[in-house]
């Protein structure tokens, strides 16, 4: 298999799921100290997903971190395959519920001009939280790609 940027195993692989992890692990922390979160369903879906994206993006970073300090290669067609199928559904999931919370965060902003009537209302953090999902995801597709040409290539 082919060295990549970004591949498992590397120190760009360990950075790009540290990103991961951070940008996911900051989109729950501006969610969590916004109040009223939780009276959203796409909101809560947004940090349960990006709950566990932080699990496995620290996760695989452990597992980078051991590869990288005993000088093993990760690009196992076994292994490779499962950081396909696990990049994906993170990935996936991500992505839904960071569209799902910009589609509520639309609709009270823009649409219902809650935000205005209501100027105690939270609806900043929200946004904020949103994007960090949206770059999370970004992040995730990357590695995804990576992982998925280094399978194509085995």
Do not use: E
């Not at 569209?99 to 509520?104: L, P």
Request: hydrophobic residues 55%.
């Amino acid at each position: 298999m082919k060295k990549l940027i970004g591949s498992p195993g590397t120190l760009s692989g360990l950075l790009l799921r540290i990103g991961q992890g951070l940008f996911a692990a900051a989109s729950i922390a501006a969610m969590a100290s916004a109040f009223g979160f939780s009276n959203y369903t796409a909101f809560c879906y947004l940090i349960a997903s990006m709950g566990l994206q932080v699990l496995w993006s620290l996760g695989l970073a452990f597992l980078d971190v051991y590869a990288i300090k005993i000088k093993r290669d990760l690009h196992n067609p076994v292994l490779v395959s499962l950081f396909v199928v696990g990049d994906w559904v993170t990935a996936t999931l991500s992505l839904a519920a960071a569209c799902s919370s910009a589609g509520v965060a639309v609709l009270y902003t823009k649409d219902m001009g809650f935000c205005k009537s209501l100027p105690h209302h939270p609806c900043s953090r929200f946004q904020i939280s949103i994007a960090l999902g949206f770059i999370t995801w970004f992040l995730i597709f990357i590695s995804s790609l990576v992982t998925f040409w280094l399978l194509a290539s085995a």
